[in-house]
């Protein structure tokens, strides 16, 4: 069982930085892959960045550049820096933990903090 939370949303002006950070108790994820999805009202959940249990990372596309995911095993914490916010990336985020045994998916989510980039 895993618990995440996350951290360090907020109010940001346009082309202002924020670090989001998900925190994991109850169970070490230094062998899941994490990642972080975001929603706005009225759209579809979205991947925004992975990052995997060997470090390999992947963004999507609105966000390459702006964004770097990183992990801290020692600490069971994953990171979302946030770089040259557009009023697009405003959104709840979600931390995500996942990996397979071989024969059952672990799917973990945090509660979701919001991101608001406005002037």
């Known amino acids: 069982q895993v618990q995440l939370d996350e951290s360090g949303g907020g109010l940001v002006q346009p082309g202002g930085s924020l670090r989001l950070s998900c925190a994991a108790s109850?169970?070490?994820?230094?062998?899941?892959?994490m990642g972080w999805y975001r929603q706005a009202p009225g759209n579809q959940r979205e991947m925004v960045a992975r990052?995997?249990?060997?470090?390999?990372?992947n963004y999507a596309d609105s966000v390459k550049g702006r964004f770097t995911i990183s992990r801290d095993n020692a600490k069971n914490t994953m990171y979302l820096q946030m770089n040259n916010l557009k009023p697009e990336d405003t959104a709840v985020y979600y931390c995500n933990a996942a990996r397979d045994d071989v024969l059952i998916h672990y799917d973990y989510w945090g509660q979701g903090t919001q991101v608001t980039v406005s002037s």
């Open positions: 990052i995997t249990s060997r470090g390999s990372t």
């Open positions: 109850g169970s070490s994820v230094s062998w899941y892959n």
